[in-house]
Nanobody, 120 residues
């Protein structure tokens, strides 16, 4: 099994920054792609950004130019640097990972989620 643990959420004013971290443990050698999802109240969960084991990245249009996903394979940790935050970024953010033959769009593992709240 793989365990994912997020940290770094909180309350920030619009225009501010936060950095989320996701530490992976357990059978981490089975992991390939990783990503960050978010779910706002009353909305579907959406993929915000993802990163392959080789470092290739993808972003949702709503966060391009503001969020940066990165990964430190030596520390088994993934990050999401969020800048220029907007109230519409308010959501629970989830770390997710896919197995070697899987896709991060349909993850095999999930973290417990961390709340990000952006105030005006």
């Amino acid at each position: 099994q793989v365990q994912l643990a997020e940290s770094g959420g909180g309350l920030v004013q619009a225009g501010g920054s936060l950095r989320l971290s996701c530490a992976a443990s357990g059978r981490i050698f089975v992991i390939n792609g990783m990503g960050w999802f978010r779910q706002a109240p009353g909305k579907q969960r959406e993929l915000v950004a993802d990163i392959s084991s080789a470092g290739s990245t993808n972003y949702a249009d709503s966060v391009k130019g503001r969020f940066t996903i990165s990964r430190d394979n030596a520390k088994n940790t993934m990050y999401l640097q969020m800048n220029s935050l907007k109230p519409e970024d308010t959501a629970v953010y989830y770390c997710a990972a896919a197995r070697l033959l899987g896709s991060v769009t349909n993850p095999d593992y999930w973290g417990q989620g961390t709340q990000v709240t952006v105030s005006l």
